[in-house]
């Protein structure tokens, strides 16, 4: 269910990294509580994210929910097509990336949950 | 873990029901409720287009009864009681001297002399307070909190007639809108309202909370062929906000006049004094220097209940309820707003976390279902 590829956060986002980019989105536990996404609010390119900080917003009919930066870095794009069709967050959440980044501190994805672990978190 | 400060969620008589069926349970208005079972928008359109089923027991219901009911109900209630005749319901609202709403209700009259108000989950207890002072003011009629005699279902959606009239010998098709009637349905004693909260055409059912899981149960089976699936909370609230109807403590409150509300329609101007008629009379005279406007975005994003609204950078009122809408698919909403910028097709702005974004005065509802 949680693969190993990537690590997890706390805060139910998932990041691949591979090399210096790191690519980010949401798990399928945090797409299955929001229920269907309706709106994702994207932050700029070029803009320089520190671990933990607020990158964007994802919304769903019923709820607002923030997106947290799993590892510090500079965003080098971010996936424009989710502003036509949110709904592949809820489809497809470990194949649809929301930002990829340079990481600028390798040493952070250590810290974070391997796929057992974030299985342990949701219980 | 229970916090001791916080007393504990009431739960419905299908509370076990909705959590057989897998519901996501959240409080709300102090019930344990369900806000969806198989997702929020699948809910909303089979409501459109089929039918759904809702458990909304949490609603109170307070009777009111003596030979001086009618007079107790239209010193309360800002509509005209008097117009209904038995086996009518009405819709208003409860009114402060200022003539902004304690709640807004449904009032039955069950007979010459006796009156069933539905009330707002989260308001029993206020409401209740507030009816029995002023009905012990009247001369004789007495108030009884009767919420726990009460389950209440709502079945909702064009297929309503087919997936109820199987079970029940009262005529569906000649009680009229706005219209109840008791009879059994399953074989269980009811009462069968011709009314709703999403736009659609619905019955509302009032059964004894022993034997309502008898009548959810039915009502599933006779609905399974025609699409009617449960309906949790999150749907009600994008169904009755695309048909425009207003949500206490969003749309009003007590800060809020059933004026700037826009429901004039329910004031009974000429009837004789109910609480709040002079102020409502000197508003009306005057006229309103704010109201609830329909609005849809126009930039991306959804403006939700309580962000700021601005004109020429200046802050001047506030979302009341917003959503994405699962059959219009738009970003609407509700919002209170300065006369002066109240008109459809103004443009203003949300603030939407720290952003801008532009949104346009549309007139209400947002949806109106076609009658046959």
Known sequence: MYPDDRKYTKDHEWVLIAGDEAKIGITDYAQAQLGEVVYVELPEVGRTLKQGEIFGTIESVK???ELFCPVSGEVTAVNTALADQPETVNTAPHDTWIVTLKVSEASEGAGLLDGAAYTALLG | MTDATVPALKKTALHARHVALGARMVPFGGWEMPLEYGGLSSEHMAVRTAAGLFD?????????AGADALAAIQRISCNDASKLQIGQAQYSALTTAEGTIVDDLLVYRLADDHFLLVVNAANIAKDYRWIADAVGTVGDAVAVNASSRYALLAVQGPATVEVVQPLTGVELSELKYYWFATGEVAGQRVTLSRTGYTGEDGVEIFVAPQVADVVWQALTESGASLGLVPAGLG??????????????????????????????????WDKADFIGRDALRRQKADGVARKIVGFEMIDKGIGRAGYETFVGGKAVGRVTSGTQTPFLKKAIGMALMPIAHATPETEFEVEIRGRRARARVVPMPFYKRRRS
């Open chain 2, 235 to 268: 749907a009600r609230d994008t169904l009755r906000l695309e048909a425009a109807m207003r949500l206490y403590g969003n749309d009003m409150d007590e800060r809020t006049t059933v004026l700037e509300a826009g429901l004039g329609w329910i004031v009974g």
């Open chain 2, 56 to 64: 909304v027991s949490h609603m109170g219901e307070i009777e009111v």
């Open chain 1, 63 to 65: 709820a607002v929910s």
